[in-house]
């Protein structure tokens, strides 16, 4: 190798896949401070001449020495948030950080650049004294920046135009975990992150679409939401916003998982009844009525329930005996309804039910598997074996030729008929 090696170029590559003396012999031929460092600790394996004279230190004083110890805890940071993706052996590009070197604080260019030596792959740190005048000012900004992007409360991500990670801030690492040499490349990212073969290509899909709609349009992406998988193994809604500006993406990263959690649950208690978890009354009609007007012309069931002397269940055992009367009455029930039937409590112990039946003999059929469902067995409660039955009025609609509101109201004549003819029945009542 020629002892008039030049600086680092992505025409003229750092060697690689040397071995050690190599390495060792083209880093002395370089005019530039330059450190060789572990990939993952960054702590120093070696040093040329010249970095031992711009950090004042021998060169056998560099061996295994963390980054943090020659340019100060926040230079230190910065360097491991420099994400480079450039092909092995191909310098990143040069960066300024605000130094502490020697007592003193100093503005540094560096370059990164990945580095097999006999195949373990490491990072080489080349730096520039003496930066180019107003690189000191530039230093600032690009300091203070470093600062607010970390400081801000999501995930901030600067990405080629190929989606390789250039920068990330402290928000991004702490939201999913993962480390540079875990990210090594986007398909590392999509990976790790959506381990779910088939869910991995909805997000790749998502993902591409809407960044070429957005760049059709010049326009930031619309944002969307995201299930991933952070580096502890929990799963996280995220939201996806990003923006191209120049030659670069702009990426954020939002956890949405608890507001979106909590927006589930007020879904929830709005369409359900929180006593028994299945429909109320209010889902259970707009449900009725959307089914009703694209039935197409299919027959539809409806069921009127209503438990037989509750009122006495409450005065004997208690309020609180009452209602757990209603949960295990809903359990039952639920037992035996088909998937896509709907299912609701009206309002005290009266129930209702939908159902697709292709004659009145469905609806009896299910309305009866019900009846004998609560009264085949006692419900035991706290310790009290309490007998119990169901009166169901059943109706069979056709959509086409009435409306939901005619159907339930002849159900309900028909459980008021039921009751009054004794209760524990099925009575049906036809249009």
Not at 38 to 56: E, M, Q, Y
Not at 157 to 179: C, P, R, V
Not at 331 to 359: K, S, T, W, Y
């Amino acid at each position: 190798m020629s002892s008039t090696a030049s600086q680092p170029t992505e025409r003229n590559p750092v060697p690689y896949g040397r071995s050690r003396e190599e390495i060792d012999f083209w880093m002395g031929c370089v005019g530039a401070p330059m450190m060789l460092v572990d990939k993952s600790t960054l702590h120093v394996r070696r040093a040329n001449a010249n970095a031992a004279v711009l950090f004042g230190l021998g060169l056998d004083a560099f061996e295994d020495l963390p980054m943090e110890d020659l340019v100060g805890r926040e230079a230190s940071i910065l360097l491991s948030q420099i994400w480079n993706v450039a092909p092995i052996g191909v310098p990143g590009e040069p960066f300024l950080i605000r130094a502490a070197v020697q007592a003193q604080e100093r503005v540094l260019m560096v370059q990164v650049t990945k580095i097999a030596v006999e195949g373990d792959l490491a990072r080489l740190f080349t730096f520039t004294d003496a930066p180019p005048q107003g690189s000191v000012s530039l230093a600032g900004w690009q300091e203070q920046m470093i600062s607010l992007l970390d400081w801000l409360p999501f995930g901030f991500e600067i990405a080629s135009s190929d989606d390789q990670i250039q920068f990330a801030n402290s928000t991004f690492k702490a939201l999913f975990g993962y480390t540079q040499d875990e990210i090594e490349s986007i398909e590392d990212w999509w990976r790790l992150v959506y381990p779910d073969p088939q869910y991995r290509e909805y997000a790749r899909t998502q993902w591409h679409s809407s960044i070429a709609d957005a760049r059709r349009e010049n326009r930031e992406m619309a944002p969307f939401d995201l299930d991933v998988r952070t580096a502890s193994g929990a799963t996280k809604r995220i939201q996806f916003r990003q923006r191209t500006i120049g030659n670069f993406n702009v990426n954020l990263y939002i956890d949405v998982t608890k507001e979106r959690a909590y927006a589930e649950q007020l879904k929830a208690l709005a369409n359900t009844d929180p006593l028994t978890g299945i429909l109320n009354r209010r889902r259970f009609f707009e449900e009725a009525e959307e089914i009703f007007s694209r039935s197409g012309g299919a027959s539809v069931g409806v069921l009127m329930l209503d438990i037989d002397h509750f009122k006495s269940i409450n005065d004997t055992h208690g309020h609180r005996a009452g209602d757990l009367v209603l949960m295990e009455f809903a359990r039952r029930c639920q037992a035996v309804v088909r998937p896509g039937d709907r299912f609701a409590r009206l309002g005290g112990e009266e129930f209702a039910i939908l159902l697709a039946a292709d004659g009145p003999a469905a609806v009896v059929t299910l309305a009866e598997r019900i009846r004998s469902a609560i009264h085949a067995l006692p419900f035991d409660i706290e310790g009290a074996a309490i007998p119990l039955s169901v009166s169901i009025g059943a109706t069979l609609a056709d959509p086409s030729d009435e409306p939901f509101g005619s159907a339930i109201l002849r159900a309900d004549n028909a459980l008021y008929e039921a009751k009054r003819t004794g209760r524990n029945r099925v009575v049906t009542r036809v249009a």
